[in-house]
């Protein structure tokens, strides 16, 4: 998936990486895709719950060796 | 009606593991757009101090009090497993290890994310301690009614 933004967040935990994510996603345009690198298994139920709140979508969770890549796009509000 | 998008948190405790647990959850709900009012209340009061040991108005039994439990995020200890400071270092360093935020680095991510700080009077009151006896992220000196006000508008209110 091709973002518009990477953060990333690996070695960081709760809170940080939605916090991060939060700060990065007000550099954004609506429509526009965000993708979080982290490996603290946490946001895979977090950042769906943060998007819900925010009124922002997760598109997708990809996980590798490890590695969580989670896209988010910033939704129109 | 309470607003869902807001959250308070009475920090009554001086404890470190409880204040980052306040901070955590102030952070995030502020990170989630939420608005976000702490309330700091008797040994909660201590997390926003700037900890000097100026004798101010206190009497000589406040002044006692202040030196035997001194204030400033940075000498808050555990609750548990303190042991004489050697505990809370410890725990220190698995957190800097682990590149979690520090007490006092939670308070200045809290206060750019526009969380709003609140100092209970009487606690102060009882204490000896005044305004300028706290750090500048203190937004208002208040009381009961003021945290009151705040939690029957809020759809998540916390004490710590």
Redesign the interface.
């Given at each position: 998936m091709q973002a518009d933004k990477i953060i990333d967040c690996v070695?960081?935990?709760?809170?940080?990486p939605?916090?991060k994510?939060?700060?990065a996603i007000k550099d954004l345009s609506p429509g526009q895709v965000l993708e979080v690198l982290a490996d603290d298994v946490g946001i895979k139920s977090d950042m769906p719950a943060?998007a819900k709140?925010?009124g922002n979508e997760v598109l997708g969770i990809e996980e590798a060796s490890g590695e969580i890549k989670v896209y988010v796009r910033k939704g129109a509000a | 009606m309470a607003d869902q998008e807001s959250m308070t948190i009475i920090v009554f405790s001086g404890d470190l593991d409880k204040g980052l647990a306040a901070f955590n959850l102030a952070n995030t709900g502020a990170s989630m757009g939420m608005k976000v009012d702490m309330f700091f209340t008797f040994w909660g009061l201590s997390v926003i101090e700037r900890g000097g040991l100026e004798r101010g108005s206190k009497s000589p039994m406040q002044y006692m009090m202040g030196l035997m439990n001194r204030g400033g995020a940075e000498r808050r200890k555990l609750s548990k497993m303190n042991m004489g400071g050697m505990g809370t270092r410890t725990m220190k360093g698995l957190m800097q290890r682990y590149r979690m935020p520090s007490l006092s680095e939670s308070i200045a991510l809290a206060k750019e994310q526009g969380v709003r700080f609140i100092a209970c009077t009487t606690s102060m009151a009882i204490m000896g301690l005044e305004e300028k006896d706290f750090i500048d992220a203190v937004d208002e000196f208040a009381g009961a009614a003021t945290y009151l006000g705040l939690a029957t508008e809020a759809g998540v209110n916390l004490f710590i």
């Open positions: 070695g960081l935990y709760c809170p940080m939605i916090v994510t939060a700060q943060w709140k925010t | -």
